[in-house]
């Protein structure tokens, strides 16, 4: 029985990754770097969790590298895509409802004198593929994700990538919400993600980039991950990772059907149980395991704080809960409804019963909140 | 036309108060609402497009605060 509800922040160390970080904290401390022994046992560790993550996410091992964290993946994919084709060109073209990662790296690209164009996306969170195509001529760098964050919506991914190949632009995929969920579509030239995201321990980001793909590193030279990432490599965290995400990649179809079979359930009750509510996302084409949708006249903090109260942990993009006070970008970015949202994101320990607790106590907790406002 | 001021009120609160006051116009005529929240720049649509009144637009007041018309429709 759980209460959390928000995998698309961070899940709990997966059992296979749990095993596999105790026995790599006592085998895999050694720099890999060195040629004694220890330095060895360390180098194999690494190389098979580098094998491991290649293979799940679609990659050549030499073409995946470990770093700290998806943000910093996102980061370096980015700014080193850029850099990489300083001699074509510095406009970079994203989604409007990219990771903030990802448009705070677009900002520094700007503020040093490159240029980013966003491309709006329609109400359900989706790009339209033939507006990004149309936005590439004379590209540096694409970005766009695999799926998005809040919302679940899916990315034309693969249209979006035969677009950039025809034009020569590398196209960089944030597949942070996907990765080890569903198949990562073809044709990205760099990709990012993170352990967290799939069992894996926090502290690591994946980062890869296909051969031949123009990329220099934005940070001081250092010859650690193929000069990609500085600094000594997390042995222990990069095997546990890559033991999450073989475990979950083996089960990701049976998870994805059963959650997204408990995401419709949640789509249909929470229509049909809470009125005045804006179900937000693509309801077909969208990650398996995440649902948003905001609650008219409902301050989203309280109704975060009132959930929590019932042992529910969700997320929301209302302005209330962000630091900035601002709604969130991506909620802005479809012309949706950002009071009273919640976003509810599912993993492999939710059971049916979790989420039919959290249907119960729902409605309840919006018609509290709704107190005097009847009849509005 | 009525104005509704919201200055300094936080998401829901101006979307809370226009609602209150739809009544006040009649149908066809405009309420416009000063709200100086970044929420209610993509709440007030919103919830026009549920309640079924029209969005008319958004204005700037002399103060420099955004202010949002909506068309009572029913």
């Known amino acids: 029985m759980s209460g959390y509800l928000d995998a698309a922040a961070g899940l709990p160390l997966h059992p296979a990754a749990a095993e596999a970080l105790t026995a790599a904290l006592a085998d895999g401390w050694a720099d890999p770097a060195r040629l004694y022994g220890a330095g060895r046992r360390s180098r194999l560790l690494l190389d098979g969790a580098r094998e491991a993550v290649a293979d799940v996410l ?32 510095t406009r970079l073209v ?43 001529d004379g ?51 760099l990709l990012s993600a993170s352990a967290h995201k799939w069992g894996g321990p926090p502290g690591v980001g994946v980062l890869a980039d296909r051969t031949g793909t123009r990329w220099r590193s934005p940070l001081p030279a250092d010859e650690r991950e193929h000069g990609r990432v500085p600094g000594f490599e997390n042995v222990p965290s990069a095997v546990a990772a ?43 084409d969208r990650l398996p395991h995440l649902l948003t949708f905001s609650c008219l006249y409902v301050d989203g903090e309280t109704l975060l704080h009132q959930l929590d109260r019932h042992g529910f942990a969700v997320s929301s993009g209302s302005s209330c809960t962000s630091s900035t006070l601002t709604p969130s970008h991506v909620l802005e970015a479809m012309g949706v409804l950002s009071h009273g949202n919640v976003r509810v994101s599912l993993h492999r320990d939710t059971t049916a019963d979790d989420v039919d607790r959290f249907l119960a106590v729902l409605p309840g907790i919006v018609a509290e909140l709704r107190t005097g406002l009847e009849g509005l | 036309m009525i104005p509704l001021d919201q200055r300094g009120r936080r998401c829901p609160l101006p979307v809370i108060e ?5 009544g006040d116009v009649g149908i066809g005529e405009i309420i416009a609402v000063a709200a100086d929240d970044p ?9 026009c497009r549920m309640r079924g009144h029209d969005y008319a637009g958004e204005t700037e007041a002399p103060d420099g605060t955004p202010v949002y018309s909506v068309r009572r429709r029913t």
């Open chain 2, 18 to 22: 226009l609602a209150r006051h739809i």
């Open chain 2, 39 to 47: 929420a209610a720049r993509l709440d007030i649509p919103a919830w």
């Open chain 1, 139 to 189: 590209a540096a760098l694409a970005s766009l994700m695999t799926a998005n964050h809040e919302v679940g919506t899916r990315q034309p991914v693969a249209a979006v990538a035969a677009a950039c190949r025809e034009r020569g632009v590398p196209l960089h995929t944030d597949a942070a919400q996907s990765a080890g969920r569903e198949p990562i579509p073809p044709g990205w030239s």
């Open chain 1, 242 to 284: 890559a033991a999450a995400l073989r475990a979950v990649a083996a089960e990701a179809d049976a998870e994805a059907a059963r959650l997204s079979a408990l995401v419709d359930r949640i789509r249909a009750t929470v229509a049909a149980t809470v009125p005045d509510v804006e179900v937000v996302g693509h309801p077909t």
């Open chain 1, 94 to 136: 994203h989604s409007a409802v990219e990771h903030s990662c990802v448009l705070h790296a677009a900002e520094q690209h700007v503020a040093a004198g490159g240029s980013a164009q966003s491309v709006p996306v329609d109400r359900d969170g989706r790009v339209d593929a033939g507006a990004f195509a149309a936005a590439l």
């Open chain 1, 58 to 89: 679609g990659a050549r091992p030499d073409e995946v590298t470990f770093c700290a964290s998806g943000t910093q993946a996102a980061q370096l994919a980015i700014l080193g895509g850029l850099a990489g084709r300083r001699r074509v060109g």
